[in-house]
């Protein structure tokens, strides 16, 4: 169904004049296959040849251009040497070098008496200038081949600057004139180039500013490639809203009955998630929603209650947990929260073998559990409920949106809640879940005391410990977290084995140790130990950061901070301070602290706030190091950088939910345009969903 007039630009690149197998093979690796994949990889430098000094002019390592008269040749004078060329202008003379070079093929590029126009690098050698092996030699006529700015490109084995930037310009001249599909108002107000001017600017430039990424070429295709992703997010949002699910309500009062029971009041932000969550699940439309909760703001309460509502319309939950010592930990708080309403909750885990698996699926299948909670396994094949109504998905930042639309298929059309308790940046919100309603908890619990948070250089360890032992004596429990799992003789960091040892040493047996290497069953048993009093101290890699509990540990020391990113440390701290009793947390540092790490360490001692400390993160390390390569549902922008184009997202989000609401099946003159835009960056699954319904 991809229209006709991109054709094209969807070629392999072996169809453009000078480009075989071997060479595309190359450029396969650096750029793409396609010749669209060429025209849109955006340059990585440039070289400036505009200078034109003159040969007495000239400066060592200068890039510059010379009109010279060819001279004589120096043929080598012994094997090994190289061949010289000797050219000369009004001010000066200068020696072309050339090493392992035909003489035939010299003479007949550079003609004794004849003008060539001449670029490269100068270098200066006992005052007199050579040039090795010039980029450019080149007729007076055919002075339009030269490049005053000439883009550079990545490249790859078997891929030279030469091969690349001539596969661009044959490239180049498949370049259609695609309709417009922006908004006339917007091109105007940023002076923005249609579509194929910009990217002629971008690969031809006439000035500097063309290739820069603020620049009016490198901003238009950035915003195309914003705008498609955020266009075909805002399709699946409306598709969402405009699918037909079930309006969960019915005259039971499960919710009112789990309120009453629990054990507190919930926060303003916690009624307030919970109504948009039930005002979604009581409509005739499916809920697609983010509930993002900032450290021990209470997303599982809200979860209880969503699961609850469900199940006043005779629906089942099924929450969907990272980990199997997460989903037992979810299984048993919502056991405690949904007791009042008598709803049955059971935790379904790779660790249920026979008679008692049977059991939990016969119960799922026959629909009399309400909750089941579980890893990705519960949306395999062979797992079957009766009527499941909301699905839960906690902690999944690996969750993209082509797998939220394939978990919707489970069940008839259930209602999606995805959770997470790392409060996200705007930026990455936007990209990652454009297609989902996001409601925020940003509001700790009544009661819950500000956690002191102290900067301490790894110097004073030892003073670190001596106040570790005063506090355990007036009942204070500690977790204690390392960056390593065992001694390194390569990294110089402490590791949890080594510390486990000395504060052993020192604290008797009332330390307990916990990393990611242990088994899952035994990694349980440490973490309910912990919670239930049987250590004092909880030595432990970052594996605590989700799904370790103990509400009475009041400490939290994290050895080697300044390793650690603004997130994980406010998901560690989060740890503590999770009751009324008074709590600290300390972030003992290596020294010296770069600019940024001195600065994250910082900005945890100034706030608590996750969504400030979010933003302050991904201002400080960048999209590419705050997402991890491994970030999957997240789009990889070839024209567009996050961090330089965020402004842009904001407004490519507006305009892109704006003409869905307006246009929704994109049958305007704009509205078609957009859709060759779709079809441009791929992200035409929003068309077949639309075709879908």
């Not at 249609?194 to 901003?219: C, F, N, V």
Request: glycine fraction near 8%; include cysteine.
């Amino acid at each position: 169904m991809r229209p006709d007039i991109l054709f094209p630009l969807f070629a392999q690149t072996t169809s453009l004049k000078g480009v075989g197998p071997r060479v595309a093979e190359s450029l396969g690796r650096a750029m793409g296959t396609r010749v669209k994949d060429v025209i849109l990889t955006p340059p990585t430098g440039v070289i400036d040849r505009t200078a034109r000094p003159g040969i007495a002019g000239a400066r060592d390592g200068q890039t510059a251009t010379f009109d010279v008269t060819v001279l004589r040749h120096l043929p080598p004078s012994a094997k090994g040497r190289p061949y010289r060329v000797i050219v000369g202008d009004d001010s000066g003379e200068m020696t072309l070098t050339y090493f392992h070079a035909r003489g035939s093929f010299l003479q007949k590029l550079l003609p004794d008496n004849e003008r060539r126009l001449i670029s490269g690098k100068v270098e200066i050698f006992n005052a007199q200038a050579q040039m090795p092996h010039p980029d450019y030699v080149l007729a007076p006529e055919d002075a339009a081949q030269m490049p005053g700015l000439e883009p550079l490109y990545p490249l790859s084995t078997g891929l030279s600057q030469k091969v690349a930037r001539k596969t661009m310009l044959e490239a180049l001249k498949s370049l259609p004139e695609l309709p417009e599909w922006q908004n006339t108002a917007l091109m105007e107000k940023q002076n923005w180039p249609r579509w194929a001017q910009a990217i002629l600017m971008l690969h031809s430039p006439e000035y500097k500013e063309d290739m820069a990424a603020s620049g009016r070429a490198r901003s238009r295709l950035a915003y195309d490639e914003l705008f498609a992703k955020q266009l075909a997010l805002s399709i699946v949002r409306e598709s969402n809203r405009r699918q037909s699910g079930r309006a969960l309500t019915t005259g039971k009062n499960y919710v009112q009955e789990v309120l009453a029971g629990a054990p507190f009041a919930p926060t303003g932000a916690q009624s307030r998630a919970y109504a948009e969550i039930a005002k979604d699940m009581s409509g005739p439309y499916r809920m697609a929603r983010l509930l993002q909760g900032d450290v021990g703001a209470g997303k599982t309460f809200v979860a209880a209650l969503a699961a609850a509502h469900a199940s006043e319309g005779g629906a089942q939950t099924a929450l969907m947990a990272p980990t199997e010592i997460l989903a037992r930990q979810h299984a048993e708080t919502l056991k405690t929260l949904l007791a009042p309403a008598g709803l049955m909750v059971e935790a379904v885990t790779g660790r249920d073998k026979g008679k008692p698996r049977e059991a939990l699926a016969t119960g799922m299948r026959e629909g009399y559990i309400d909750v089941v909670v579980g890893t990705h396994a519960l949306f395999q094949d062979k797992v079957e409920f009766k009527n499941l109504g909301l699905v839960i998905i906690d902690e999944q930042h690996r969750f993209g949106v082509h797998d939220r639309m394939k978990l919707s298929e489970k069940g008839q059309r259930p209602d999606l809640l995805v959770m997470t308790a790392t409060p996200i940046p705007r930026t990455l919100a936007l990209t990652a879940y454009g297609d989902l309603d996001i409601s925020k908890l940003d509001e700790k619990p009544a009661g819950r005391q500000p956690i002191d948070t102290r900067i301490l250089p790894l110097t004073r360890l030892d003073d670190m410990i001596d106040a570790m032992g005063r506090a355990l004596k007036s009942g204070g429990r500690a977790y204690w977290v390392c960056p390593l799992v065992e001694d390194s003789e390569f990294i110089d960091l402490s590791s949890v084995e080594d510390r486990h040892r000395q504060l052993t040493a020192i604290f008797g047996n009332r330390v307990g140790l916990l990393h990611g290497r242990m088994k899952p069953d035994e990694k349980e048993a440490m973490a309910l130990a912990f919670k239930n009093g049987e250590f004092d101290i909880l030595v432990a890699t970052t594996v605590i950061e989700v799904g370790v509990d103990a509400p009475d540990a009041t400490i939290m020391v994290i050895e080697h901070a300044e390793r650690f990113g603004l997130a994980q440390l406010h998901q560690l701290r989060g740890r503590v301070g999770r009751s009324d009793k008074k709590s600290s947390c300390f972030l003992l540092y290596q020294g010296p602290l770069s600019v940024n790490g001195k600065r994250r360490l910082e900005i945890m001692r100034e706030t608590e706030d996750g969504f400030v400390i979010a933003e302050e993160d991904w201002d400080l390390r960048g999209s590419g190091d705050l997402l991890g390569s491994k970030q999957s549902g997240l789009p990889a922008y070839k024209m567009a950088d996050l961090d330089k184009h965020k402004s842009l997202l904001e407004i490519a989000s507006k305009d892109a939910r704006a003409l869905v609401q307006t246009d929704p099946k994109l049958e305007t003159e704009r509205g078609k345009a957009a859709k060759v835009c779709l079809y441009l960056f791929e992200q035409d699954y929003g068309v077949a969903l639309m075709k879908s319904g």
